[in-house]
């Protein structure tokens, strides 16, 4: 089993959509939790991170952590083409270690 | 500016050849970091390195081989030993690397996308 699951979609979503990205994992050491967002050919930028449970909103963008049920999400508000990228989970525990999930590819469409 | 610089953006490697790839950054990091990312497979780790002079594998390094002599540099060398290396190669960087205080959120640079011919 991997350390983390995502749906790589792709998916497809009207200009203005809430959008809904997801990952779960399996290891209950995992504290810190990030998104990142990468469009194509370039590197991932760190886009929201949150500790431990619960929720975290940054302009149009909300991240939330359930431990208890080992999944995390992020929530995209009126979405926009320019939000028309990858967007990868990442995951770490007291170690020095990320885990990553495989991204999920997003296009919004005018 | 502050940041993480890769070069170079596109490679091109002739079978049985070695290329080393730049990684620099001036974010006064301790920690960096080389990742492979291929299609579906998401990011796995090559190599990383918390400290100057000091380096560990992480999950696929057989073939790759890194160095570490300062702070803001970490070369990675693609070797003829390394079967499959065509894949997009991001370096990354965090503040210490040794736990996970949200200060060792890593950054990524611009990625060198390697093909070999």
């Known amino acids: 089993q991997k350390e983390v699951e995502q749906d790589p979609g792709p998916l497809s979503v009207p200009e203005g959509a809430i959008v809904s990205l997801n990952c779960t994992y399996s290891?209950?050491?995992?504290?810190?939790f990030m998104w990142y967002r990468q469009y194509s050919r370039k590197g991932p930028e760190l886009l929201m991170y949150t500790y431990s449970s619960g929720n975290k909103e940054d302009g149009r963008f909300t991240a939330q952590v359930d431990k208890s049920s080992k999944y995390i999400s992020l929530f995209i508000r009126d979405s926009q083409p320019s939000d028309s990228a990858t967007y990868l989970c990442?995951?770490?525990?007291?170690?020095?270690?990320?885990?990553f999930g495989t991204g999920t590819s997003l296009t919004v469409i005018p | 500016d502050g940041g993480i610089t890769q070069s170079p953006k596109y490679l091109f490697r002739k079978e049985g050849q070695n290329v080393t790839l730049s990684c620099e950054q001036n974010l006064n990091h301790d920690a960096m970091y080389w990742y492979r990312q291929d299609p579906g497979q998401g990011l796995r780790l090559i190599y990383y390195?918390?400290?100057?002079?000091?380096?560990q594998k992480g999950d696929i390094a057989e073939g790759y081989s890194v160095s570490r002599e300062k702070k803001e540099s970490f070369p990675l060398t693609v070797t003829s030993a390394q079967k499959n290396p065509t894949a997009f190669y991001l370096c990354a960087s965090s503040l210490t690397g040794t736990s996970g205080d949200f200060t060792d959120t890593q950054y990524f640079g611009p990625g060198t996308r390697l093909t070999v011919l």
């Open positions: 390195s918390q400290i100057v002079n000091d380096f």
């Open positions: 990442a995951m770490s525990g007291t170690g020095n270690q990320f885990y």
């Open positions: 290891n209950s050491a995992f504290q810190y």
